[in-house]
């Protein structure tokens, strides 16, 4: 256990000075080619000093993870077990999705649907056509355990569910991720913690390879956040969400543990109900709102905390959560 630890470890150091390395030159490729972010009208005041601000800074955190994986699996060919196949299926779904965020960032900035994206039904098509072909591969390539209960030791079997629970947890966890995205770190701070918590679960459970790659996702994350602590450098854009979103679904998938997911992964999950509470509430009573705005940590602003202070409590509330997590596993 102690090797395999060490090693992701050192996975995660060599991802993150990758992703500090070639930070600089991106952001200063994206300010060449005028990828910045337009902010909401209806967004917090505080947040129009930030138009502008170079987005698609998900591709920091995608290629170094990339790199190391591809890099790596082949050095499996020379016989260094390093890293197995099964992180293939969540790196490919890291890229695909990656790629899909980042058409949605370049039709918000500079497309035909300047300051919107692409349509949301489109794009909310394609997240599913994409998870229905990655559930397919996880129950019937890698051969996932479909569902673990704490306190049992054998996976239960979902039969003809499976599809339909995988697709819902892999679009959903992607979106939720996408919605936390809004200030300053907190999505790669959320993100990280969870990746880090299902690294640990996997470890438990022998899943090395899989502990492997969360360790390295989580290293690139700190890589791009610091340049994306307040005030950023630069954002995450879809690029990073919907990919990250979409990755720890998969994780979750792979451990079998995905029912620990709305408590490891607490902010996104409640960041998303706040959504459609707000949504739900103003069209039963004809306007009226739930929260001050929704997403829930604008809501917060406007009561009057500071940026700095959502960013940290949430990451302090999503990191007892995750260490609840891994407790849950553990029975």
């Known amino acids: 256990m102690m090797q395999e630890t060490s090693l992701a470890l050192a996975l995660s150091t060599l991802s993150f000075m990758m992703a500090v390395i070639w930070g600089g030159p991106l952001i200063r490729l994206l300010r060449y080619l005028k990828i910045g972010k337009l902010i909401r009208i209806e967004g917090p005041d505080s947040h129009v000093t930030k138009m502008g601000t170079p987005t698609m800074g998900g591709v920091m955190i995608v290629l170094p993870v990339t790199l190391i994986t591809v890099l790596l699996n082949a050095a499996s060919l020379l016989g260094v077990d390093v890293l197995g196949q099964s992180v293939l299926v969540p790196l490919l779904v890291m890229l695909i999705y990656m790629l899909l965020g980042m058409i949605d960032d370049w039709e918000g900035i500079r497309g035909a649907r300047r300051g919107l994206g692409m349509r949301a039904r489109t794009k909310f098509a394609l997240q599913v056509a994409f998870a229905i072909g990655i559930a397919f591969a996880l129950r019937n390539y890698l051969h996932v355990p479909e569902m673990y209960w704490p306190s049992v030791t054998e996976p239960f079997e979902l039969g003809g569910w499976y599809i339909p629970i995988a697709v819902f947890i892999i679009v959903g966890m992607s979106n939720a991720v996408n919605l936390t995205d809004g200030l300053d770190g907190l999505a790669g701070l ?90 739900a509430y103003f069209k039963l009573t004809k306007g009226k709102r739930l929260f001050k705005m929704a997403p829930l940590h604008h809501h917060f602003e406007l009561l009057g905390w500071s940026e700095t202070q959502v960013v940290q409590r949430f990451w302090l509330v999503s990191l007892l959560f995750a260490m609840l997590g891994i407790a849950l596993a553990l029975v």
């Not at 299902?198 to 791009?224: D, M, P």
């Open 190 to 279: 959320i993100s990280a913690t969870a990746f880090t918590a299902y690294g640990g679960i996997a470890l438990l459970q022998g899943q090395v390879f899989i502990a492997r790659f969360c360790f390295t996702i989580v290293g690139a994350i700190f890589g791009f956040l610091w340049f994306n602590v307040h005030p950023a450098e630069l954002f995450m854009g879809d690029a990073g969400s919907l990919s990250l979103g979409a990755t720890l679904g998969v994780i979750a998938l792979m451990t079998g543990q995905w029912l620990l997911l709305p408590i490891v992964a607490i902010i996104p999950v409640s960041v998303t109900l706040s959504v459609i509470l707000q949504v």
